[in-house]
Every structure is written in structure tokens, then in C-alpha cells.
């Protein structure tokens, strides 16, 4: 029987991959998932708890947040700053980024930027919720206060991005650029142990993931696609099966495992759909790409994209190679 690998000791073992590292983003990580378990413990309480429901007030999106949306934006943002690896934090919760002012996040290297609870209008009725997190190497000088420029980065400059799922277990899935990673925790001891090493989306699948209630709102190209994936076809292993959670986290983490598409496309009403580029886009894109898939705005890669604002949408694209080329043809054939 393998012995078991702990996400810390993995960690640690891998920072080798990296010459000029000193130990700081090995750290950053392991401050990931101690907020992740946290989270997670007042996840599994929903219901028991007075944590369901809205908090009373919007986020920078117009959207309602949820008590559990406060929650987790308030732990990861404390356990950024009082783990003194990154000198400054953007949360989609937040309009502005969070320069935090202590001497110790000054010398940081990095910054993060996070979706804290993805998928949280799912929450009151029991479906996979999940983190987000993108890490980037800071642009302003250390020792100085973060710059927005920290922070408006294309994804291609990440460093490591990843996503706990709080679902049936509860995973955390990362990358640093060299391959994909995942890992269970086990709740009786409290530890993430490495369950799915080395993680490869199909380079085809037989899964898409997009709100047809919109799809007339889409582009000619989206709606042929669509059409494309339900019509019959033997040789193409066709019709597909459309699966579609309404929390990104998980629609993305069912495809990387099974093979299969997630579309968030724009439509007339909303021309640059809805996920914000540095909270979800990017790291997704991150991961899907070093496990062998691609992530496409509709007639490029995500992570070409250079953001002028913090909280800037895309339309996305994401998941298996085949399908994402499928879904880029059409839209550059129909428009």
C-alpha cells in the first residue's frame, strides 16, 4: 500500500521545482488551505447554524451576498494578512484590493486574488460550493505598499492558481505550472491528503455545461454549437449529454475529471458574459491548460487577455481541447 501524502508534505517536497524559491510560496499555499478548512467546517454546518440565507447587503456586482459569502471573504482575507506571504489581496466581494500595511506583507513577494465562495446562490440548497485562488509575483517593489498594477497581471504571469470544492469530500486542486494536483481531506484528522496526482482532462468529452434558458440572448456561432453537441452522430460519439450545476466550481471540476465543456458565453444583454477574468477566468484557465485542456474567450486563450480592471468580464470557454477548438470554429465561422 503507497503511503499517504499529506498537501503539506507535498508542498514541501516539490518546492525543488523551483530554484529561486524560499520557501514563501510553499507557505502561501499551506495558509490556502488552512482557510480552506475553515471554510469548509462552516460549510458542513449549513443548516445547523444561522448561516444560511443573504447578509443583508450587495456586493461590487449588484449581487446579493450570502452570510456564508461574508464568512469566507472575512477568513481568507485575515488568513492572507496575518500570514504575512502576500503583500496585497483582491476578493470579488470587494470593489478595491486590500493593501495590507503590516511590515512583514511589505517584504511579500506575492498577491493573490480569490473568489472566496463560488457557486453561493447554491448554498441554501445543498449544492458543491468551492474557493477560488490566483497567485501572482507582485510588479511594485518589495518593501513597498501593493500598486493595482499588482493585481492587473495577465494570467499567463501566474505563479499557481487552484480551487477548493466543498462538495460529497471536499478537494483542493492546484497548479504552479507544473501539472495539476489534487487532494481529499480526510475530516477525522483534519488533513488534505494527495488523491489525484498528476490530474489530465480527456482531450475529448461527452459533457457541455452552459444555460441554455440564454441561448437565444448568444451569438450565432454559441447556438450552433449547441445545436452541434445534441445532433446525432455516430462517428462523433454525438449526441452529448448537457450537465449544467450553476456553480462554476463544480461544472469546471466534473469536465477536468470526465472529459467535457463549461460556457459562459456573452449575449446581447450581457456582451462580455459574467465571470470576472481575475477571479475565476484565469486561474481555471490556468489549470485547465497545464492538465492538457484550453480555455478560450471565443477567438483567443484567457490568459493572453491583459485586464484593465479589476473586476473586467469574459466570455468563457474551458475544458477539453477537441471542444473548445469545436465551439472556436463556429464562432469564427457564424460570428
Same mark, same amino acid.
Given at each position: 500500500?503507497?503511503?499517504?501524502?499529506?498537501?503539506?508534505?507535498?508542498?514541501?517536497?516539490?518546492?525543488?521545482?523551483?530554484?529561486?524559491?524560499?520557501?514563501?510560496?510553499?507557505?502561501?499555499?499551506?495558509?490556502?488551505?488552512?482557510?480552506?478548512?475553515?471554510?469548509?467546517?462552516?460549510?458542513?454546518?449549513?443548516?445547523?447554524?444561522?448561516?444560511?440565507?443573504?447578509?443583508?447587503?450587495?456586493?461590487?456586482?449588484?449581487?446579493?451576498?450570502?452570510?456564508?459569502?461574508?464568512?469566507?471573504?472575512?477568513?481568507?482575507?485575515?488568513?492572507?494578512?496575518?500570514?504575512?506571504?502576500?503583500?496585497?489581496?483582491?476578493?470579488?466581494? *470587494?470593489?478595491?484590493?486590500?493593501?495590507?500595511?503590516?511590515?512583514?506583507?511589505?517584504?511579500?513577494?506575492?498577491?493573490?486574488?480569490?473568489?472566496?465562495?463560488?457557486?453561493?446562490?447554491?448554498?441554501?440548497? *445543498?449544492?458543491?460550493?468551492?474557493?477560488?485562488?490566483?497567485?501572482?509575483?507582485?510588479?511594485?517593489?518589495?518593501?513597498?505598499?501593493?500598486?493595482?498594477?499588482?493585481?492587473?497581471?495577465?494570467?499567463?504571469?501566474?505563479?499557481?492558481?487552484?480551487?477548493?470544492?466543498?462538495?460529497?469530500?471536499?478537494?483542493?486542486?492546484?497548479?504552479?505550472?507544473?501539472?495539476?494536483?489534487?487532494?481529499?481531506?480526510?475530516?477525522?484528522?483534519?488533513?488534505?491528503?494527495?488523491?489525484?496526482? *498528476?490530474?489530465?482532462?480527456?482531450?475529448?468529452?461527452?459533457?457541455?455545461?452552459?444555460?441554455?434558458?440564454?441561448? *437565444?440572448?448568444?451569438?450565432?456561432?454559441?447556438?450552433?454549437?449547441?445545436?452541434?453537441?445534441?445532433?446525432?452522430?455516430?462517428?462523433?460519439?454525438?449526441?452529448?449529454?448537457?450537465?449544467?450545476?450553476?456553480?462554476l466550481v463544480a461544472d469546471f471540476h466534473r469536465n477536468l475529471i470526465k472529459g467535457g465543456i463549461y460556457m459562459y458565453p456573452g449575449s446581447s444583454k450581457s456582451p462580455e458574459g459574467k465571470l470576472r477574468i481575475q477571479y475565476e477566468c484565469n486561474p481555471l484557465?490556468?489549470?485547465v491548460e497545464q492538465a492538457g485542456g484550453k480555455a478560450s474567450h471565443g477567438n483567443g486563450r484567457i490568459m493572453e487577455i491583459k485586464p484593465t480592471d479589476l473586476h473586467q468580464r469574459s466570455p468563457l470557454f474551458i475544458g477539453s481541447l477537441k471542444m473548445v477548438?469545436?465551439?472556436?470554429?463556429?464562432?469564427?465561422?457564424?460570428?
Open positions: 500500500m503507497a503511503a499517504l501524502v499529506t498537501l503539506s508534505e507535498f508542498i514541501m517536497e516539490r518546492q525543488s521545482d523551483f530554484p529561486y524559491a524560499s520557501g514563501d510560496l510553499s507557505r502561501l499555499l499551506s495558509d490556502i488551505g488552512i482557510a480552506g478548512k475553515i471554510i469548509n467546517h462552516k460549510v458542513n454546518k449549513a443548516g445547523l447554524q444561522d448561516i444560511l440565507g443573504a447578509a443583508g447587503k450587495t456586493n461590487v456586482q449588484g449581487e446579493t451576498q450570502m452570510k456564508l459569502d461574508v464568512f469566507a471573504d472575512d477568513t481568507l482575507l485575515n488568513a492572507m494578512q496575518w500570514g504575512g506571504q502576500v503583500a496585497g489581496a483582491g476578493s470579488e466581494e *470587494n470593489e478595491k484590493y486590500f493593501a495590507f500595511d503590516h511590515e512583514h506583507c511589505k517584504k511579500a513577494k506575492y498577491v493573490i486574488l480569490f473568489d472566496p465562495l463560488d457557486g453561493s446562490s447554491n448554498i441554501d440548497v *445543498n449544492v458543491s460550493i468551492g474557493t477560488i485562488f490566483s497567485i501572482f509575483r507582485r510588479k511594485s517593489s518589495i518593501g513597498d505598499m501593493a500598486t493595482v498594477n499588482d493585481f492587473l497581471q495577465t494570467g499567463d504571469e501566474q505563479v499557481a492558481a487552484g480551487y477548493i470544492i466543498y462538495g460529497s469530500s471536499t478537494m483542493l486542486v492546484y497548479t504552479t505550472g507544473r501539472g495539476v494536483n489534487g487532494f481529499t481531506l480526510q475530516p477525522s484528522i483534519g488533513e488534505f491528503f494527495l488523491s489525484h496526482p *498528476n490530474m489530465r482532462i480527456p482531450e475529448d468529452g461527452s459533457i457541455f455545461s452552459v444555460n441554455e434558458g440564454h441561448i *437565444n440572448a448568444c451569438s450565432p456561432g454559441v447556438q450552433a454549437y449547441v445545436s452541434w453537441c445534441k445532433a446525432s452522430d455516430k462517428k462523433t460519439n454525438r449526441p452529448y449529454s448537457a450537465r449544467y450545476i450553476g456553480s484557465a490556468f489549470i477548438n469545436k465551439v472556436e470554429e463556429l464562432i469564427r465561422t457564424l460570428g
